[in-house]
Each structure stands twice: as structure tokens, then as C-alpha cells.
T-cell receptor, first 114, second 114 residues
Framework: AQSVTQPDIHITVSEGASLELRCNYS??????LFWYVQSPGQGLQLLLK??????LVQGIKGFEAEFKRSQSSFNLRKPSVHWSDAAEYFC????????????FGKGTKLSVKP | ETGVTQSPTHLIKTRGQQVTLRCSSQ?????VSWYQQALGQGPQFIFQ???????GRGNFPPRFSGLQFPNYSSELNVNALELDDSALYLC?????????????FGPGTRLLVL
């Protein structure tokens, strides 16, 4: 079955520390890959996306993600976390050839310690 | 450029009632997708509308229905509400259908069914 797994439900990091959020997907062919962020009471904001080409993708707010085909992973990273990064992060995929129905993981909640 | 807007922001209904949620797409976007986000879960795709026609549907029963209007705004209707329908309902718009297209999300409508 097609699925997206975010193994960490909740992560706490200190402000200024580095961050890596994990995402694994299970699909027959490499789908389009996305990371979204959701702040309390807000909708989803796109951080970055991967369609093809360079496997290291740069996004907004200093985030980047690396696509690893061999591991079916698309992990999100940030070298130095700011208090304003506290939010819920969702990995999502869209099957190639689909009409664009996004399939989301269950999310990782990020807390930032001062 | 106006972003995606949704109304109302919050709604309380009782089991068995019917509800209509509204979404205005981002300027120039003719595709609208609806998602249901239960508490502690990632969003789940309900359906998509393109040029006033349903263009794909997730695993939701027929009591979830929708409309898209000539100005590309959209409605989500849910009949015979059940307690499990309590969720945040998100609308997203994109230029056209397709997995490669970026979807821009509204802030959502939070529905509580008692």
C-alpha cells in the first residue's frame, strides 16, 4: 500500500541547534515530494518540493531536504533552529500522473527550547 | 494577489445535520482540492474540482459532496453528519490539476459535531 511515514511524532530541540525531520515513503515509482509546515490555527505552507534533478532541495526559511532514492527518504533539515520554527511539519507525496491528490504523513511536532 | 480564503472559521453542528463549507481559490487558479485533517493526523484528500467538474476523489463516502462555481470558488457539503466528521477542513487551490503543481492552502474551517 502507498504510504508516507514520519517516524517522529514530537521532537524538541534547543534554539540554535540543528534539526532533521525524517520522512519515508512507500510507492512503486518515485512520487513528487513535498514538505509543509502548519503553525497553530494556520493552514499549510509549502517549505520545499522535489520533482527531479538535484537531490538536495533548498526551500524557504532556511530549510533544505535531501531525496535518497535508495532509502525512499526525503528528510528535512535546518542547520540552526529559531524559536519561530516551532510548528507541525508534514511530509507529503503526489503520485506521478495523478491529478495532484497529496498524501500526507501524520506529522512531526517541533518544539524549540530557549 | 489574494490567497485562499475559507468560511466559516469555526462551526458547531449536531449529529445528523448537514453542513456547507466555502472556499475561494487564489487568483488565477482553476483547481480546488479539499482535505480533512482529524486531530493529530495529517490531512486526507477528499476530492478535487477542476473547471466545475469533480476530478478525483479519495476514500470518502457519497455524503461528502462538492461544487465548483464559474469563478472557481468551491463548496464542500457534508450530509448526515457523524461524530467522526469533527475535523479541520482544508481547501487548496492550484493553477491546474497535476502532481507537479503546487497547492496553496487556506486556513481551514474547524468543524465540531456534537
Amino acid at each position: 500500500a502507498q504510504s508516507v511515514t514520519q517516524p517522529d511524532i514530537h521532537i524538541t530541540v534547543s534554539e540554535g541547534a540543528s534539526l532533521e525531520l525524517r520522512c519515508n515513503y512507500s510507492y512503486g515509482a518515485t512520487p513528487y515530494l513535498f514538505w509543509y509546515v502548519q503553525s497553530p490555527g494556520q493552514g499549510l505552507q509549502l517549505l520545499l518540493k522535489y520533482f527531479s534533478g538535484d537531490t538536495l532541495v533548498q526551500g524557504i526559511k532556511g530549510f533544505e531536504a535531501e531525496f535518497k532514492r535508495s532509502q525512499s527518504s526525503f528528510n528535512l533539515r535546518k542547520p540552526s533552529v529559531h524559536w519561530s520554527d516551532a510548528a507541525e511539519y508534514f511530509c507529503a507525496v503526489a503520485p506521478r500522473g495523478s491529478q495532484g491528490n497529496l498524501i500526507f504523513g501524520k506529522g512531526t511536532k517541533l518544539s524549540v527550547k530557549p | 494577489e489574494t490567497g485562499v480564503t475559507q468560511s466559516p472559521t469555526h462551526l458547531i453542528k449536531t449529529r445528523g445535520q448537514q453542513v456547507t463549507l466555502r472556499c475561494s481559490s487564489q487568483s488565477g487558479h482553476n483547481t480546488v482540492s479539499w482535505y480533512q485533517q482529524a486531530l493529530g493526523q495529517g490531512p486526507q484528500f477528499i476530492f478535487q474540482y477542476y473547471r466545475e467538474e469533480e476530478n478525483g476523489r479519495g476514500n470518502f463516502p457519497p455524503r461528502f459532496s462538492g461544487l465548483q462555481f464559474p469563478n472557481y470558488s468551491s463548496e464542500l457539503n457534508v450530509n448526515a453528519l457523524e461524530l467522526d466528521d469533527s475535523a479541520l477542513y482544508l481547501c487548496a487551490s492550484s493553477l491546474v490539476p497535476g502532481g507537479v503543481e503546487t497547492q496553496y492552502f487556506g486556513p481551514g474551517t474547524r468543524l465540531l459535531v456534537l
